[in-house]
């Protein structure tokens, strides 16, 4: 149907012609793990042979794998790989991500991802970049929760701070992780240094992060599947977001979060694809449609929670607004392949757009 798009520029305006095609707003994907090397592909088998999260951990697996494997690589090598993704996001509608470090867990290591997010950030080609330290993302071989903790606070945190190469400072406060202590210590040691906050909580049990979360005002607390619905209420009264991350149930095997009682009750929420070596998902329709064609979540409360809801928690460098159609509005827009605009999450297995335009440019996915 879009095979005979027409544009044309002057100086000033580009005429697309879309043959009626419905256009929605440039994707967020306000939650990404995107810098890093190796492949963990055979850890599905050992999901299906009953280990958790933690035993695959345990196993030499997880996390940690995933460190060994990334610290060795260049940061030419891991540019590629990560511009790699964020190319094929792109032809998924994404127009602006978060990435976080995390597969470091040393101060050169981490401030080495961090470079490379730098870099993505400034390619035009990409969908821009919004950069979060993680370096509490797991507790690496040699050290205790206690001396790493330690080990953070005092020296790695600093040095990514003078580096002013993340907007934001992250944790993966879960019980058998970083318990809530230890995420309040470095999370308030973060904010002295003027960073932004965000948490990943709740992932596989309430581990009572949601109440740490309210109580930081941390800008978005991510995963909450099993957030209570009185640290819910804490977590609105406090202007915290709910980061929901449906690709990793998708991919973990478990049930999924009840997304239609957070419009029920009035809070405030996204989805993002939550990329990782786990979950290695690049599509926000895809996590759109898991929520909607899986969860029975309306699919204008879906695009909502991928386009203006995370550009508040993740904002657009440029400090204009983006995830709208608006004049004033950085021009990212998405067309689709059919006149409705339902359809943006309706095609799982391929992307549902035809082109799109990202900072003004114009990409015809068609020729
Ligand atoms: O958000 N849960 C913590 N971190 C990532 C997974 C990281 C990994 O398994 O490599 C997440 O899902
Ligand atoms: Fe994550």
Not at 99 to 116: A, N, P
Not at 291 to 301: E, G, K, S
Request: charged share 20%; net charge negative.
């Amino acid at each position: 149907m879009q095979d005979d798009y027409q544009s044309h520029s002057s100086n000033e305006v580009t005429i697309i012609d879309v043959n009626g095609s419905a256009i929605i707003p440039g994707l967020i994907d306000s939650h990404t793990h995107m810098v890093w090397g190796g492949d963990r592909s055979r850890e599905v088998r050992w999901k299906q042979q009953g280990n958790t999260y933690s035993d695959i951990a345990n196993m030499g697996g997880g996390i940690v794998s995933t460190v060994n494997s990334t610290k060795s690589m260049s940061e030419r090598d891991l540019f590629i790989i990560a511009k790699n993704r964020l190319m094929k996001s792109l032809r998924n509608g994404t127009t602006h991500i978060e990435t976080k470090s995390g597969y470091g867990l040393d101060s050169t290591t981490e401030i080495k991802l961090l470079k490379v997010a730098k870099q993505l950030s400034e390619d035009n080609d990409t969908p821009s970049v919004d950069s979060t330290w993680l370096g509490a993302h797991a507790i690496p071989d040699k050290h205790t929760l206690e001396s790493y903790t330690e080990e953070i606070i005092s020296h790695q945190l600093p040095l990514v701070a003078e580096s002013q190469l993340a907007r934001s400072a992250d944790v993966f406060c879960e019980p058998g992780w970083f318990g809530i202590d230890e995420s309040e210590q470095i999370l308030e040691a973060a904010k002295s240094y003027g960073m932004n906050l965000r948490m990943h909580i709740d992932e596989f049990s309430d581990g009572n992060g949601g109440e740490l979360a309210a109580k930081l005002k941390v800008d978005t607390a991510d995963h909450s599947h099993y957030t209570s619905e009185d640290n819910r209420v804490k977590m609105t009264k406090s202007g915290v977001s709910t980061g929901f991350l449906p690709g990793t149930p998708y991919s973990m095997g478990s049930d999924w979060p009840d997304f239609n009682s957070m419009i029920d009750n009035e809070h405030l929420w996204t989805i993002a694809t939550d990329f990782n070596p786990n979950n290695q998902i690049l599509s926000m329709p895809f996590v759109a449609s898991c929520i909607v064609q899986r969860c029975a979540v309306d699919p204008l409360a879906a695009l909502v929670a991928s386009t203006i809801n995370p550009s508040f928690t993740t904002p657009h460098q440029t400090g204009m607004r983006h995830g709208v159609i608006s004049p004033g509005a950085v021009a990212n827009l998405n067309i689709l392949n059919s006149k409705h605009w339902e359809s943006w999450c309706l095609t799982p297995g391929h992307s549902p757009i035809s082109a799109n335009v990202l900072n003004g440019k114009y990409n015809n996915y068609e020729n």
